[in-house]
């Protein structure tokens, strides 16, 4: 039986704007004579993100875009509202050199086949020090687990959490430091037992709705960290399906032939490979995760294509 979701009700200057679980979050904020937007979605969503952010802006300039973390699902639409709108850009440390030099290897859009149009940035978030959001101030607090540059955004006013890929209501991001070898398991685990102390009262995730259950959601990631820190393939199997998806999602359909050449030359999927599944071929790697999408129903196979279906 599905557990009824309890009601949510954000405050008066936030909107959230949902296109579609692999296209993240934006979150508007109403500034009086201006606005601004927390994360920008994934690149083929561009043009809907620019409507959706025209319409909430109800004619007032579009100020800022302020960036959770640089996976092409959360910056993918900063380009194309730079160019309509000219606001600033506001990104996490960490990654900035390699945003100014358009560096596609350090911003792994190139490790995992995924593309983003090219954007620049303005300021750098700073997490000694508040960030107003609409009429309160925001705590910038280390994400970790995901992506070690994550940011999330806390209010105490309003006991509100904008958690990015730290926690949905059904689990988390990707674990990807784990795929390179590094800690990530770890740093997952800091994110929710911060999470937890904080208590906030609603949580913006960076996919799915937002939500008020949030011991419940907490509960959840931890058994599923508690499951992928057993069996370290598990992570990666669960990596490379996402990778699949996000290149379905772009191209809509295509040959297998031309799905195994993407990812054969795809450095994430051959570190997947090598690391976690070099007792079979890639193309027998591939082969078994396309099978459980289409078993999962996030894929179809007809006319001799394998076609995205939308989740």
């Avoid at 009824?4 to 934006?26: C, I, K, Y």
């Avoid at 009262?201 to 008020?212: I, K, M, Q, Y």
């Avoid at 999602?249 to 795809?266: G, I, K, P, Y």
Wanted: hydrophobic share 45%; proline share 6%; aromatic share 8%.
């Amino acid at each position: 039986m599905m557990r009824a979701r309890a009601p949510v009700r954000l405050p008066a200057f936030m909107q959230v704007l949902e296109r579609g679980w692999l296209s993240a979050n934006s979150v508007v904020f109403d500034e009086g004579e201006a606005v601004t937007v927390v994360d920008t979605g994934y690149v083929p969503h561009a043009p809907l993100t620019v409507e959706l952010v025209e319409r909430a802006r109800a004619g007032r300039p579009l100020a800022r875009i302020v960036n959770t973390h640089l996976h092409s699902d959360h910056v993918g639409g900063n380009a194309a509202l730079q160019a309509r709108f000219g606001p600033r850009v506001l990104i996490p440390p960490g990654l900035a050199a390699a945003v100014r030099q358009w560096d596609e290897a350090r911003l792994n859009y190139a490790a995992t086949g995924q593309r983003c149009a090219r954007f620049d940035y303005d300021a750098l978030l700073d997490p000694a020090r508040p960030l107003r959001l609409g009429p309160v101030d925001w705590q910038v607090l280390g994400g970790g687990g995901h992506d070690p540059q994550m940011v999330l955004f806390y209010s105490d006013d309003e006991r509100l959490l904008i958690s990015a890929d730290a926690l949905w209501e059904n689990g988390f991001g990707v674990i990807f430091p784990e795929l390179e070898g590094e800690s990530g398991f770890a740093e997952q685990q800091a994110a929710l037992d911060r999470i937890a102390a904080l208590s906030p009262r609603l949580v913006v995730p960076g996919h799915g709705p937002p939500f008020a259950e949030v011991a419940a959601a907490l509960e959840v990631a931890y058994r599923r960290l508690e499951y992928l820190r057993a069996d370290p393939q598990r992570n990666a199997r669960h990596a490379a399906k996402v990778l699949i998806k996000f290149w379905l999602l772009e191209v809509r359909s295509a040959t297998t032939a031309a799905l195994q050449a993407h990812f054969a030359a795809t450095r994430y999927m051959q570190l997947i490979h090598r690391r976690y599944f070099a007792d079979s071929t890639m193309t027998q790697l591939i082969e078994g995760l396309v099978a459980e999408l289409l078993r999962a129903g996030a894929a179809e196979f007809a006319g001799g294509r394998l076609h995205n279906r939308d989740l």
